[in-house]
């Protein structure tokens, strides 16, 4: 593993793949949508323009919590709008400081007007962990003699 630790080296890891939904889908087909494909959230898009996001937290804050019904609320009415993204080369420090700031846990990445994907809090974890892993594995290496210094 190469220790290129930008947001797009974790797209490149986890899939370029977006899931979305649109504006008017009924909130109970997103989350089945979301059950389907083992995400927390999903990108709104219509006509390729990124509108929202809408999360588990959404819905649970925004509909189990007021009494609606997940089948007669468009996602529209629940989406979070207010959306943070970064670029693919925005480093995976920094995205997780944009969203423990920003307390957000998706984070659309955007190149030039294009979402080209989606990454987590938990896949950018898991990078870091990796990554430090590489890095302990190295220095011990070093420490014992395996690289010449």
């Given at each position: 593993?190469e220790?290129?630790?930008?947001?797009?080296?974790?797209?490149?890891?986890?899939?370029?793949?977006?899931?979305?939904?649109?504006?008017?889908?009924?909130?109970?087909?997103?989350i089945?949508?979301?059950?389907?494909?083992?995400?927390?959230?999903?990108?709104?898009m219509e006509?390729g323009?990124?509108?929202?996001?809408?999360?588990?937290?959404?819905?649970?804050r925004?509909?189990i919590?007021k009494d609606?019904?997940?089948?007669?609320?468009?996602?529209?009415?629940?989406?979070t709008t207010?959306?943070?993204v970064?670029?693919?080369?925005?480093?995976?420090?920094d995205?997780?400081?944009?969203?423990?700031?920003?307390r957000?846990?998706?984070?659309p990445?955007v190149?030039?007007?294009?979402?080209?994907?989606?990454?987590?809090?938990?896949?950018?974890?898991?990078?870091?962990?990796?990554?430090?892993?590489?890095?302990m594995e190295?220095?011990?290496?070093?420490?014992?003699?395996?690289?010449?210094?």
């Amino acid at each position: 593993m190469e220790l290129m630790d930008d947001v797009e080296s974790v797209l490149d890891r986890k899939g370029h793949q977006v899931w979305f939904v649109g504006p008017d889908t009924t909130v109970f087909d997103a989350i089945r949508w979301m059950a389907v494909k083992n995400v927390g959230a999903l990108l709104v898009m219509e006509g390729g323009e990124l509108l929202g996001l809408i999360s588990e937290r959404d819905y649970t804050r925004k509909v189990i919590l007021k009494d609606r019904s997940s089948k007669d609320t468009r996602v529209r009415e629940i989406m979070t709008t207010d959306l943070v993204v970064v670029q693919p080369d925005t480093s995976v420090e920094d995205a997780m400081r944009i969203m423990t700031k920003n307390r957000v846990r998706h984070l659309p990445i955007v190149d030039r007007g294009h979402v080209v994907g989606l990454v987590s809090i938990g896949d950018l974890v898991e990078r870091t962990i990796a990554t430090q892993r590489i890095v302990m594995e190295q220095l011990e290496g070093y420490i014992v003699g395996r690289y010449p210094g």
